[in-house]
């Protein structure tokens, strides 16, 4: 089973794309992550392009596409999801294959609630799946801030693989589900 990562933020030092990098190290047997590194080369979104899809636009479709589901983590700005992460869901929004396509959130910021919700708002709207039990807010500390500090702690990593088993359990029962619901456990 094949999951695509999307980071929002684009810092060297992302405490999201660690989280992102841990999952994949983390992830149970059976499940494959792939960490999208394309994100920032998407040029802002602009429906005139639909015409001549840029090609940083066709990977990350055809990533999406050929993906099981997806593992999200956004940082929070200003009360709001990062334009990174809204630009890659807008190119997102006309995709096919993204309907009802199982979605997992991973939030590194329990404080910042107010981008999650948006975020779900977003994913809502685009008739995505989010996986309830395989979204989860990670409390780090000062020595979980890394992807390395993420692997060693204990309660962090056991957090993660919990997700990932959920998420992976979610879309291997719902795999012939149609329609935008998937249990959750």
Known sequence: MKVIALSGSLRAASINSALLRAAARLAP?????????????????????????????????????????????????????????????????????????????????????FSDTALRETLKTMSATVVESASVSIQLTADTLTEEGMLASPPVAQAILAALTDLRAAVLEGGSRQGPTFPVR
Request: proline share 8%; aromatic share 6%; with cysteine.
């Open 29 to 113: 047997p059976g499940l494959q992550i792939e960490v999208f590194h394309g994100v920032g080369d998407l040029p802002l979104f602009n429906i005139d392009l639909e015409s001549s899809v840029p090609p940083a636009v066709v990977t990350l479709r055809a990533a999406v596409s050929g993906a099981d589901a997806l593992l999200i983590a956004s940082p929070e700005y200003a009360h709001g999801v990062s334009g990174v992460m809204k630009n890659a869901l807008d190119w997102l929004v006309s995709l096919e294959s993204f309907v009802c396509k199982p979605v997992a959130l991973l939030n590194a910021q329990p404080r910042a609630h």
